[in-house]
Nanobody, 119 residues
Framework: VQLQASGGGLVQAGGSLMLSCEASTRTMTINSLGWYRQAPGKQRELVASINDAGLTNYAGSVKGRFAISRENSKMTFHLQMNMLKPEDTGVYYC??????????????WGQGTLVTVSS
């Protein structure tokens, strides 16, 4: 699975950004798609995920501000980030949790896109 993320940048606190990720695979089945972030000096953390049934999950710090969605093709997904805060700054990675025909789990990562929120 190849993942291509886009949409990061510099924004002022209170502003909005939308991240997008396109996943491509011919053989794997998607279990879930998600966004993680890693702030300087911190561990990577889950921001939001959406599974194949459309159920979403969010980190407590972004609930009500961020929204994850996927297109009908199910291979392109987005993270709409509103009311951004300086603590949202970090490198955002898109993620695909997949399974093969033998139901073995494989996890893939995109290259990361930097989001910087200025105060």
């Amino acid at each position: 699975v190849q993942l291509q993320a886009s949409g990061g940048g510099l924004v002022q606190a209170g502003g909005s950004l939308m991240l997008s990720c396109e996943a491509s695979t011919r053989t794997m089945t998607i279990n879930s798609l998600g966004w993680y972030r890693q702030a300087p000096g911190k561990q990577r953390e889950l921001v939001a995920s959406i599974n194949d049934a459309g159920l979403t999950n969010y980190a407590g710090s972004v609930k009500g501000r961020f929204a994850i969605s996927r297109e009908n093709s199910k291979m392109t997904f987005h993270l709409q980030m509103n009311m951004l805060k300086p603590e949202d700054t970090g490198v955002y990675y898109c993620n695909a949790d997949t399974r093969d025909i033998l139901y073995r789990r494989w996890v893939y990562w995109g290259q990361g896109t930097l989001v910087t929120v200025s105060s």
